[in-house]
């Protein structure tokens, strides 16, 4: 309990207390001092607690204080006897308007307008309960004789009453906040209709009878004790409860208190005298109310419904549409999950779906094609014109394949400039007819943005017999259509098992190649580059070999290229050119001789790629002069020219740190006079396909040897030095020496070997020992002569 809770408790029982004991002349007033400490109380906790809307409250300590006022001068009027008794019966009245608009202002209406439910639900049993009180108590008083004065304050008591007894009940059927404050609230005015209901039934002076005393003394009382409970604050501004269909159980009360209306009027009218006329009237007016107000009630409960059902029906036509719209959009959706947006064919999905589909009813026993298609030159076509120009040009290309397909055939488009047909009962003959046909169809020139464009086709071809996987068939027809790239495009290629089992052997390499990088799985041997005149070593070339942990080794031919189509050249070159220049570091400084590191075009076309041969000769302390980087007359020409230029400026910048560059296998490349102007070379290396061919005695023979002595008299020319590769015999040997051609490298010599024995190997030739190999090292030949 709260300390102003008690302390109001202790001034009601003193002066509660006081009144009861002192004489009748004081009694009035202390009852008036009760009523004036709960207006006390009433201010106090409007003060002390700040509810949000307080207005109710200020009503109920209003109409307290008019009572306490009303209280005062009713005792004073009967003590001296003035006034008439009607007239002091009256005063007590004031109060309930009051409490009435108090009642009402607890209430808040949901979004600013009043609802009517409540209002109606509490008139309807109120209305019965009026019926019972007037029929069994207020007629039987009345019956005694009273005079028309008295019987208006019956009446406007019973009225008034009325009226706080329908905001009660509203207040309790519309509200869902049933704090204690709410309840002493309650009680209060339970009270005050209690003490107002003695005073009707006996017709006594409104604070003579005890009952009435009593109910108004705790009328007060309980007033002061709810506005000092902490749950006062919320006991205000109430929300007003959306019940437009009412419960089960204020259906039962309603029906039962129609049915005691109307049964009481019937009662009344049946024992009614004649000359009674007034008191039937009333209970009719009571039961006319009870059933106008049951029935506005059950309008309010039709409009709601018909609103429900206006809304459903409204809702219903909605969802109708929606549904419509959503099917609509779903069709739209799938037709766009299946087809491409650019040129309408089906794409990757529908293809996938119309493969997996059993072809040739149950048994799936007929045959099927299907192609997949690749632009030759629209990457050309889309950097040269622009994007725009190559959607264009997508659908024309899509249009022209669809003419050539018939409908009953798929024709979709995978991504990109990449097609695919599938052809249903299409045996393997007339699959490759319509390849071939589309290849020529396509080779015709295409209108698109005023300029004629030309195109080309290269066809991967796999022929379909029963059911069968679609991720599998799109497999195996890309490796057809590698092959054709392969073979020069503009061509059709059939896809056969070896070509799965090639590419799982190249899928094999590339994941060993990534384990061989983690697991430092590589090592390099070193082939001599000698001096024809005098055997010495004047260089060697670094070659890569990889032996996997768990298997022999694998040869640089079948690992290289699988290493530059998966960009894992460029980690492994670095590498090599690390490793590398660290072993030939010990080899210079000892016998001035120099390596030769070979490059690839995609370690070339590296944006770092000059750095990183730079930082490998810092950090190992070989210089720029010992190193020799060679590349092929493919890997500086076969790139666009914007690329050449750019490989081109990189190699100049390395030519000016000293570092050499050779072009291996020439003769066997473009070979153009021009190319040699244009690319930054210090060495050609003749290729082994002309030197391992000479000194036979045959036509072929005569023509390489030919080809070799134009070689060297070119590079001669142009002031570059020459390398014999290949040379494995004594006799080939001889023919270069002849020829002016100064160095070599081959079987003959020595063949390539770990970087320890070719230490050894040198160690031993500048000892003067005996070596295994025919090479030597020649201290008086310098670096820079290679």
Known sequence: MSA??????????????????????LTGGL???????????????????????????????????????????????????????????????????LMALGLAALVRARHGRSRWEGLLDAGVVSGGLAAIAWVLFVERSLQGGVHNGQLAVTVSRLLLDLILLVMALRLLFTTRVHTTSFALLLAAFAALLASDAATLVQFQDVYGHPVAHIGWHLWGVLLGAAALHPSMARTTDLAESNEAIPSRGRRIVFTVSAAVASVLSVYAAARTAPDQWAHLLVIALIAATVSVLSVLRLGLVAAVAHRRATALNAHAVRLGRALHEQRVLQNQLSHRALHDPLTNLGNRTLLQQHLERTPGGAHGSSSRGLLLLDLDGFKDINDSYGHPVGDELLVHVAHRLSQHVPESDTVARLGGDEFAILLEESTAEQTAGVAQRIVEALQAPFRVADRDLYLTTSIGLLALTGGINAAEALR?????????????????????????TDQLDLTRIATGLRHAIARQEFALHYQPVV???????????????????????????????????????????????????????????????????????????EPDFPQTVLDALRDSGLPGS?????ITETALVAAGAAETRTVIERL????????????????TGYSSLSYLRQLPVDILKIDRAFTSAMAADDEQSAENEAFTRAILQLSSTLDLQTIAEGVETAEQARLLQQMDCRLAQGFHFARPMPSGQLTELLGASRAGQTPTARVVAHDNVPAAAF
């Open 4 to 25: 102003p809770m008690g302390w109001y408790l202790l001034a009601v029982m003193v002066t509660s207390g006081g009144a009861v004991a002192a004489p009748s002349s």
């Open 31 to 97: 009852f008036t001092a009760v009523e004036l400490v709960g207006v006390a109380a009433i201010l106090f906790g409007l003060r002390h607690y700040r509810p949000a809307a307080g207005r109710a409250w200020w009503f109920f300590a209003s109409g307290i204080g008019v009572s306490a006022i009303t209280h005062v001068v009713w005792w004073q009027l009967k003590v001296h006897g003035l006034g008439d008794p009607v007239v002091r019966d009256a005063l007590p009245l004031l109060a309930h308007p």
């Open 476 to 500: 195996d027809v890309d490796l057809a259509l590698y092959a054709a790239k392969s073979a020069g495009k503009n061509r059709v290629a059939v896809y056969h098992p070896q070509m799965r």
């Open 531 to 605: 001096d024809l005149a005098s055997g010495a070593v004047i260089g060697v070339e670094a070659l890569l070999r990889w032996t996997p942990a768990s298997g022999a080794p694998i040869s640089p031919v079948e690992f290289i290229p699988v290493a530059e189509e998966t960009g894992l050249i460029v980690p492994i070159g670095t590498w090599v050119l690390n490793r590398a220049c660290v072993d030939a570091r010990a080899w210079h400084q000892r016998h001035g001789i120099a390596v030769t590191v070979n490059v690839s075009g995609r370690q070339l076309r």
């Open 626 to 630: 010992a190193l020799v980087l060679e």
């Open 652 to 667: 100049e910048q390395l030519r000016r740190q000293g570092i050499r560059v050779a072009v291996d296998d020439f003769g």
